[in-house]
Structure formats: C-alpha cells, structure tokens
Nanobody, 111 residues
Framework: QVQLVESGGGLVQPGGSLRLSCVAS????QAWYRQAPGKERELVAA???????VYADSVKGRFTISRDNAKNTIYLQMNSLKPEDTAVYYC?????????WGQGTQVTVSS
C-alpha cells in the first residue's frame, strides 16, 4: 500500500525555522508542494534519486530538501520563514501506479 505521511508543521514566528518530514511506504517520495488558501498547489522543492534538487524561486536560499534513503524519508528544512510561506505542505511521490500525495501538514508563519 502506497503511503506518504508528513509531520513537522506548526505555528512559527517570522524569521523562525521548521523541519518537515515525509515517511514513504511502497514509493519513493520526491517533492514538497504547498497550497495556500485561495491559491493553486505549487512546487516548493524536488529531489532526484542522485540527490540533485530544484527549488521554487520564492524559497531559494531559505529552504533545503534532503533525503535519507535508509529511512525512505525526505525532509524540508525551512529557515527565515515569512508570512507568505503559510500554507498546507504536501509530500509527493510518483510511481508507475500514479501520482501520490500525503495528507498535508499545516505551516503557519505569524507573529
């Protein structure tokens, strides 16, 4: 059974940090997306099997995606958070069976 389970969201003040985790079962997690209220879901960061990563322009230099293959887990380290980073963050994985999503974890950046 394919499963992606995110954790690590929460409320943080502007300038703060959070680390999101996504544990995958029966699939390789590969990316983080986010969706703010009233907006479309957007790619935040993606990581390839070799470790190469791509980032949305809005998070470059602040967010880092990483992978622990032994734990089949990807992470998103988020630093210097801004109110505009507030969104539900989703883990994504793709296999021959389709495109899969986790349940999402809420990140709120507010003073």
């Amino acid at each position: 059974q394919v499963q992606l389970v995110e954790s690590g969201g929460g409320l943080v003040q502007p300038g703060g940090s959070l680390r999101l985790s996504c544990v995958a079962s029966s699939i390789r997690a590969q990316a983080w997306y986010r969706q703010a209220p009233g907006k479309e879901r957007e790619l935040v960061a993606a990581i390839g099997s070799g470790g190469g990563a791509v980032y949305a322009d809005s998070v470059k230099g602040r967010f880092t995606i990483s992978r622990d293959n032994a734990k089949n887990t990807i992470y998103l380290q988020m630093n210097s958070l801004k109110p505009e980073d507030t969104a539900v963050y989703y883990c994504n994985g793709v296999s021959l069976g389709g495109n899969y999503w986790g349940q999402g974890t809420q990140v709120t950046v507010s003073s």
